[in-house]
């Protein structure tokens, strides 16, 4: 699988875009499809502990990994390392050959 950090208005060209979710909140700047079904899962309380993964699956793309990232003061390479793997890893066994990862700039 290759992973690649990605333009978000790119993100229709990826099987599967991992989301870190800091602070309860989603990166700004989402397009409405991706948002619009991660926050369904956000809202919900679903994301449960630091590096949580939530998959959703639907069409372009064709999966959304949230992750929970914890709080954004608490923001290191390390942590961002972690939530990246941990969106890998919950691709580990699909068929998705292309994946993104969001990076929140704040």
Request: no cysteine.
């Amino acid at each position: 699988m290759k992973v690649s950090a990605a333009a978000l208005t790119d993100l229709g060209d990826y099987g599967a875009v991992i989301v870190p979710v800091t602070d309860g909140a989603l990166p700004p700047g989402l397009p409405r499809p991706v948002r619009a079904r991660a926050a369904a899962a956000v809202d919900a309380g679903a994301m449960g502990s630091l590096y949580g993964v939530v998959t959703q699956f639907g069409a372009s793309p064709e999966r959304v990994v949230l992750v929970e990232a914890g709080k954004a003061e608490d923001a290191t390479y390390e942590r961002v390392r972690k939530v990246a793997s941990a969106g890998i890893r919950a691709l580990g066994s699909s068929t998705v050959r292309r994946a993104a990862i969001v990076l929140d700039p704040r």
